[in-house]
Protein backbone atom coordinates (compact mmCIF):
# COMPACT_ATOMS: atom_id res chain seq x y z
CA UNK A 1 0.00 0.00 0.00
CA UNK A 2 1.30 3.54 -1.15
CA UNK A 3 3.21 5.31 1.67
CA UNK A 4 3.81 2.14 4.17
CA UNK A 5 7.29 2.75 4.62
CA UNK A 6 9.77 5.44 4.70
CA UNK A 7 11.07 5.15 1.23
CA UNK A 8 7.54 5.99 0.02
CA UNK A 9 6.46 8.71 2.15
CA UNK A 10 9.85 10.75 1.00
CA UNK A 11 9.37 10.24 -2.46
CA UNK A 12 5.32 11.35 -1.85
CA UNK A 13 5.42 13.46 1.21
CA UNK A 14 6.76 16.94 -0.31
CA UNK A 15 4.94 17.05 -3.18
CA UNK A 16 1.31 15.63 -1.32
CA UNK A 17 1.90 18.50 1.31
CA UNK A 18 2.61 21.17 -1.44
CA UNK A 19 -0.50 20.52 -3.22
CA UNK A 20 -2.50 20.52 0.01
CA UNK A 21 -1.31 24.03 1.54
CA UNK A 22 -1.93 25.60 -2.32
CA UNK A 23 -5.18 23.94 -1.95
CA UNK A 24 -5.89 25.33 1.14
CA UNK A 25 -4.81 28.59 -0.36
CA UNK A 26 -7.18 28.92 -3.38
CA UNK A 27 -9.87 27.62 -0.33
CA UNK A 28 -9.07 30.48 1.75
CA UNK A 29 -9.25 33.13 -1.65
CA UNK A 30 -12.74 31.35 -2.73
CA UNK A 31 -14.20 32.10 0.82
CA UNK A 32 -12.79 35.57 1.65
CA UNK A 33 -11.67 37.46 -1.14
CA UNK A 34 -12.88 40.91 -0.54
CA UNK A 35 -14.70 39.75 2.49
CA UNK A 36 -11.47 39.80 5.03
CA UNK A 37 -7.98 41.48 6.11
CA UNK A 38 -5.95 41.17 3.07
CA UNK A 39 -3.61 38.39 5.00
CA UNK A 40 -6.67 36.46 4.88
CA UNK A 41 -7.85 37.03 1.60
CA UNK A 42 -4.90 37.00 -0.37
CA UNK A 43 -3.25 33.74 0.95
CA UNK A 44 -0.65 33.59 -1.46
CA UNK A 45 1.34 35.65 0.57
CA UNK A 46 1.36 33.24 3.15
CA UNK A 47 0.81 29.80 1.25
CA UNK A 48 4.11 30.36 -1.18
CA UNK A 49 6.53 30.98 2.50
CA UNK A 50 4.46 28.35 3.95
CA UNK A 51 5.34 25.85 0.99
CA UNK A 52 8.86 27.22 0.91
CA UNK A 53 9.68 26.46 4.39
CA UNK A 54 7.51 23.33 4.95
CA UNK A 55 8.29 21.28 1.68
CA UNK A 56 11.75 22.11 2.09
CA UNK A 57 12.39 20.65 5.53
CA UNK A 58 10.60 17.53 4.43
CA UNK A 59 12.99 17.59 1.28
CA UNK A 60 16.30 17.79 4.44
CA UNK A 61 14.09 14.92 5.99
CA UNK A 62 14.09 13.16 3.65
CA UNK A 63 17.26 13.44 1.60
CA UNK A 64 18.84 10.46 2.24
CA UNK A 65 16.37 8.42 0.44
CA UNK A 66 16.77 10.00 -2.92
CA UNK A 67 19.17 8.59 -5.62
CA UNK A 68 21.48 11.80 -6.05
CA UNK A 69 24.04 10.30 -8.56
CA UNK A 70 25.49 12.80 -10.50
CA UNK A 71 23.52 14.13 -13.64
CA UNK A 72 24.31 12.28 -16.80
CA UNK A 73 24.01 13.95 -20.12
CA UNK A 74 23.39 17.39 -18.53
CA UNK A 75 23.85 19.20 -22.10
CA UNK A 76 20.55 16.91 -23.23
CA UNK A 77 18.88 18.27 -19.34
CA UNK A 78 20.13 22.05 -19.84
CA UNK A 79 18.63 21.72 -23.99
CA UNK A 80 15.32 20.40 -23.11
CA UNK A 81 15.21 22.83 -19.53
CA UNK A 82 15.39 25.54 -22.20
CA UNK A 83 13.17 24.57 -24.42
CA UNK A 84 10.79 24.39 -22.40
CA UNK A 85 11.12 27.96 -21.29
CA UNK A 86 10.16 28.55 -24.52
CA UNK A 87 7.36 26.88 -24.69
CA UNK A 88 5.78 27.94 -21.49
CA UNK A 89 6.39 31.83 -22.74
CA UNK A 90 5.16 31.27 -26.27
CA UNK A 91 1.71 31.88 -25.73
CA UNK A 92 2.53 35.65 -25.32
CA UNK A 93 5.63 36.15 -27.08
CA UNK A 94 4.58 34.65 -30.46
CA UNK A 95 0.90 33.88 -30.13
CA UNK A 96 -0.21 37.61 -28.43
CA UNK A 97 -2.13 35.80 -25.71
CA UNK A 98 -2.87 38.56 -22.79
CA UNK A 99 0.02 38.89 -20.48
CA UNK A 100 -0.33 37.57 -17.06
CA UNK A 101 -0.04 40.66 -14.54
CA UNK A 102 -2.53 39.14 -11.95
CA UNK A 103 -0.42 37.02 -9.14
CA UNK A 104 2.40 36.82 -6.46
CA UNK A 105 3.61 40.49 -6.97
CA UNK A 106 6.88 40.98 -4.81
CA UNK A 107 5.80 44.73 -4.50
CA UNK A 108 2.63 43.92 -2.53
CA UNK A 109 4.60 45.02 0.99
CA UNK A 110 6.83 48.10 -0.65
CA UNK A 111 9.68 48.33 -2.05
CA UNK A 112 13.52 48.15 -0.87
CA UNK A 113 14.31 45.11 1.74
CA UNK A 114 10.44 43.93 1.88
CA UNK A 115 10.38 43.61 -2.17
CA UNK A 116 14.05 41.44 -2.04
CA UNK A 117 12.57 39.25 0.69
CA UNK A 118 9.47 38.31 -1.41
CA UNK A 119 11.68 37.93 -4.46
CA UNK A 120 14.03 35.72 -2.62
CA UNK A 121 11.62 33.63 -0.80
CA UNK A 122 9.70 33.46 -4.17
CA UNK A 123 12.94 32.79 -6.74
CA UNK A 124 13.69 29.87 -3.72
CA UNK A 125 10.61 28.05 -4.20
CA UNK A 126 10.58 28.32 -7.80
CA UNK A 127 13.78 27.23 -8.40
CA UNK A 128 14.93 24.68 -5.66
CA UNK A 129 11.92 23.26 -3.80
CA UNK A 130 9.76 23.11 -6.81
CA UNK A 131 12.12 21.24 -8.94
CA UNK A 132 13.25 19.21 -6.45
CA UNK A 133 9.89 17.77 -5.09
CA UNK A 134 7.82 17.81 -8.11
CA UNK A 135 10.72 15.89 -10.22
CA UNK A 136 11.03 13.39 -7.04
CA UNK A 137 7.29 12.91 -7.01
CA UNK A 138 6.88 12.61 -11.31
CA UNK A 139 9.82 11.04 -12.33
CA UNK A 140 11.47 10.03 -9.22
CA UNK A 141 8.25 7.64 -8.12
CA UNK A 142 5.01 8.00 -10.33
CA UNK A 143 6.35 7.28 -13.55
CA UNK A 144 8.43 3.63 -11.91
CA UNK A 145 5.32 3.17 -9.70
CA UNK A 146 2.86 2.53 -12.43
CA UNK A 147 5.54 0.32 -13.77
CA UNK A 148 5.79 -1.36 -10.26
CA UNK A 149 4.46 -1.09 -7.25
CA UNK A 150 7.73 -1.86 -5.77
CA UNK A 151 8.73 1.07 -7.52
CA UNK A 152 12.01 1.17 -6.33
CA UNK A 153 13.56 -1.85 -7.67
CA UNK A 154 12.40 -0.64 -11.26
CA UNK A 155 14.87 1.41 -13.03
CA UNK A 156 14.39 5.07 -13.03
CA UNK A 157 13.54 5.83 -17.18
CA UNK A 158 12.10 2.36 -17.52
CA UNK A 159 9.26 2.85 -20.30
CA UNK A 160 5.93 2.02 -20.33
CA UNK A 161 3.40 4.05 -22.31
CA UNK A 162 0.97 3.47 -19.79
CA UNK A 163 3.42 5.12 -17.20
CA UNK A 164 4.26 7.70 -19.85
CA UNK A 165 0.75 8.69 -21.00
CA UNK A 166 -0.62 8.87 -17.20
CA UNK A 167 2.34 11.07 -15.64
CA UNK A 168 2.46 13.12 -18.70
CA UNK A 169 -1.63 13.93 -18.31
CA UNK A 170 -1.49 14.00 -14.49
CA UNK A 171 1.53 16.53 -15.08
CA UNK A 172 -0.57 18.94 -17.17
CA UNK A 173 -3.53 18.77 -14.85
CA UNK A 174 -1.54 19.59 -11.60
CA UNK A 175 -0.94 22.92 -13.88
CA UNK A 176 -4.72 23.59 -14.83
CA UNK A 177 -5.70 26.44 -16.18
CA UNK A 178 -4.03 28.79 -19.08
CA UNK A 179 -0.54 26.77 -18.35
CA UNK A 180 -2.78 23.12 -19.53
CA UNK A 181 -1.37 22.77 -22.69
CA UNK A 182 2.80 24.08 -22.43
CA UNK A 183 2.31 22.14 -19.21
CA UNK A 184 0.88 18.84 -20.85
CA UNK A 185 4.27 19.02 -23.19
CA UNK A 186 6.36 19.66 -20.42
CA UNK A 187 5.23 17.00 -18.44
CA UNK A 188 6.36 14.61 -21.84
CA UNK A 189 9.90 16.37 -22.18
CA UNK A 190 10.64 16.12 -18.74
CA UNK A 191 9.72 12.44 -19.18
CA UNK A 192 12.12 12.28 -22.09
CA UNK A 193 14.62 13.69 -19.77
CA UNK A 194 14.26 10.84 -17.46
CA UNK A 195 14.28 7.99 -20.11
CA UNK A 196 17.49 9.43 -21.94
CA UNK A 197 19.44 10.17 -18.39
CA UNK A 198 17.79 7.56 -16.51
CA UNK A 199 19.28 10.20 -13.85
CA UNK A 200 17.09 12.05 -11.22
CA UNK A 201 19.49 14.93 -10.90
CA UNK A 202 19.37 15.26 -14.54
CA UNK A 203 15.69 15.57 -14.34
CA UNK A 204 15.85 18.05 -11.76
CA UNK A 205 18.43 19.95 -13.81
CA UNK A 206 16.29 20.31 -16.60
CA UNK A 207 12.88 21.64 -14.69
CA UNK A 208 15.36 23.77 -12.29
CA UNK A 209 16.75 25.82 -15.53
CA UNK A 210 13.68 26.15 -16.79
CA UNK A 211 12.27 27.69 -13.52
CA UNK A 212 15.71 29.79 -13.16
CA UNK A 213 14.60 31.31 -16.92
CA UNK A 214 10.92 31.47 -15.92
CA UNK A 215 11.47 33.71 -12.59
CA UNK A 216 13.97 36.05 -14.77
CA UNK A 217 11.08 36.88 -17.53
CA UNK A 218 8.96 36.98 -14.66
CA UNK A 219 10.72 39.81 -12.91
CA UNK A 220 11.71 41.59 -15.75
CA UNK A 221 7.65 42.06 -16.97
CA UNK A 222 6.09 41.98 -14.38
CA UNK A 223 3.49 38.80 -15.36
CA UNK A 224 3.23 37.41 -12.02
CA UNK A 225 0.79 35.13 -12.88
CA UNK A 226 3.40 32.99 -14.30
CA UNK A 227 4.64 32.01 -10.43
Not at 21 to 38: I, M, N, P, S, T
Not at 46 to 51: E, I
Not at 64 to 86: E, M, N, S
Not at 156 to 166: E, V
Request: one cysteine or more; glycine letters at 10%; a positive charge.
Amino acid sequence: MLGVNPHERAYVAPFLTFMALLAAGEFVHALFDGRAWWIIAKPQYWVFPLQTAICGALLVRYWRYYDWRKPTKPLVAIGIGIAVFVIWIAPQELFQAAERRMGFDPAFFGGGWAWFSNIGVRCLRLVVVVPLLEEIFWRGFLLRYLVRDDFAKVQLGTFTPWSFGLVTLLFGCAHWGPDFGPAIITGALYNGVAYYTRSLSSCVLAHALTNLLLGAYIIKTGQWGFW
